[in-house]
Structure formats: C-alpha cells, structure tokens
C-alpha cells in the first residue's frame, strides 16, 4: 500500500510541474490561448518596409496592442496590416497609422496618432489614414546624389 502511495504523491508532483510549465510558456510566448482580451484592426500603407508581425502597436508612446499578421492587397497593390488593439483602447474612424523606427536603426512599430472624430473604429474595421515607413536608405542615397534640396 505504501509503495501506491509514493507513486502517487510523485505523479502529482511531475503533473503540478508540468501545468507549471505550460503556464510559463504560455505567460512568456505572450500567447493568447482564449482570444485574449484585444479586437481586430485592419490598416491600408503604401510600404511596410521593416515592419514584422508581432511589433508593438503604440500611442502616445504607450503599447496598445500588436502587429498580428502582414499580408499585400493584390487589387490594390497595399499591404494590409493586421492589428490586434487592447479593448479598453478607443480608436476612431479618423486615426492616423504610421510606421515608426525605435531608435536610430531600431525595430519597426506602428504608431497610431487619435483623431477628432467622435465615430469610434470597432472590431474589423479599417484604418485608411496612414504614413508609410521611411527608409534611411533612400535619404541617404538621395543626400549623396543630390536628389535632396
């Protein structure tokens, strides 16, 4: 009976070691197992140069959501970037998107600027007001063959 006993208590042990263990890579993946507490945004750029799914979406320099997915617009020839944003965030129809560089050479982000409007942008919907990326390539080539005045 003894022996049933310890066998026991050790599978509790190796079964509570494993869910902690699921916990942690769950918690540090930053997965969202059950949807997770953020909507769908969908927003139209020219160029996304940089930019990768999973880079932080901020305003006002805090984080808001994340980058969940980059696809191209064939009809139209545009990147479409998906954008997962926390729910107590309120964006409106009128908000500005842009693809911001942390630091000099940094990662890619998406900056979005509020608007005035009092129309708020809900789940699926799309932000059309947006600023391209800018390539530090193309100025410096631009400054060294003279195409900047």
């Not at 699921?22 to 996304?48: C, I, N, S, W």
């Not at 020839?77 to 998107?97: E, F, S």
Request: aromatic share 6%; net charge neutral.
């Amino acid at each position: 009976m003894k022996k049933y006993t310890m066998e026991t208590t050790v599978g509790i042990f190796v079964l509570a070691g494993l869910l902690c263990v699921a916990y942690l890579t769950v918690k540090l993946g930053k997965l969202d197992v059950l949807g997770g507490d953020r909507y769908p945004v969908t927003a139209r750029f020219k160029d996304v140069t940089g930019l990768k799914s999973g880079a932080y979406v901020e305003m006002a320099g805090v984080r808001i959501g994340r980058v969940s997915g980059i696809t191209l617009d064939t009809k139209d020839n545009m990147a479409l970037v998906a954008l997962d944003i926390d729910k107590g965030v309120r964006l409106t129809d009128d908000a500005i998107a842009s693809i911001k560089t942390s630091g000099l050479i940094g990662d890619k982000f998406v900056k979005v600027s509020p608007g005035g409007s009092d129309d708020v942008l809900g789940p699926g919907g799309v932000i059309t007001e947006t600023e391209a990326s800018v390539d530090l390539g193309d100025l410096i080539g631009k400054y060294v063959f003279g195409g900047v005045k």
